[in-house]
């Protein structure tokens, strides 16, 4: 006959905590693969230069094929190529600009894939849909692309209803959406004044802010938006250009 010893539960439980601590201290640890990332990412929105959107690109991509079960490292992905995509729209090289925006969409689509609860995410989804219909890509790019930007900001409200991206893709559907399918620069200037306050230190935001502002009519409130852009990222191509159209 097998005899068990009599084990109490605060051992169990010691050594069940000693069994998880280094997992648990790993989870929370910090990514140095994701922060190198990450400053690759920031070098390439801001000066929007392709060597630098290909270092961000190519250091994620790896990351991606290393970890296939990441959401977040296929979600910063679709952010470098919807940069990728804005930086070839600049140069009118319409062609790689659409095929970055494809892989742009695909990389998000993914990240839903693996954590379909990611605010930010479908926030993202919801700003690359509507880049489809501004490139005009199709006769029906509108009544296709269209339903699907406000279903992704919906399920993004409904996830994280204080997310200052939520708010600045809501923003940016009321400014580029026609009137009757639910355009309305007011809502747009209030959305983005509400991912502004969310977030004050996000530079591309006041860009936003100023590009509606100057749609209303505010161009003094329009200055003062890009004013604030530039002031937190002296060096944004995105600001620059942007505050320089008259």
Known sequence: MIRFARVSRRAVSQHVLTLLLPALCLAQGPDPALEQGLQLLKEGRTTLEDNALARARDHFTKLTQQHSDSARYFY??????????????????????ES???????????????????ADAH?????LYGRKISFGIGMFAG?????????ENKR???LDGSNPRVFASLGRQYLNAPKMFGGDVDKAIESLRKSTQLDPNFDETFVWLGIVLRKKGDAAGAEQAFEEALRLNPRSAFAKQTAEKK
């Open 156 to 158: 993004a409200q409904e």
């Open 123 to 127: 926030s993202l989804l919801a700003d």
């Open 76 to 97: 910063e992905l679709a952010r470098v190529n919807a940069y990728r995509c804005e930086a070839s729209a600049a140069h009118a090289d319409k062609k790689k600009a």
């Open 143 to 151: 009544p296709k692309f269209g339903p699907k930007i406000q279903a």
């Open 100 to 118: 970055a925006l494809d892989e742009a969409i695909a990389n998000v689509q993914q990240s839903l894939k693996l954590n379909e609860k990611s």
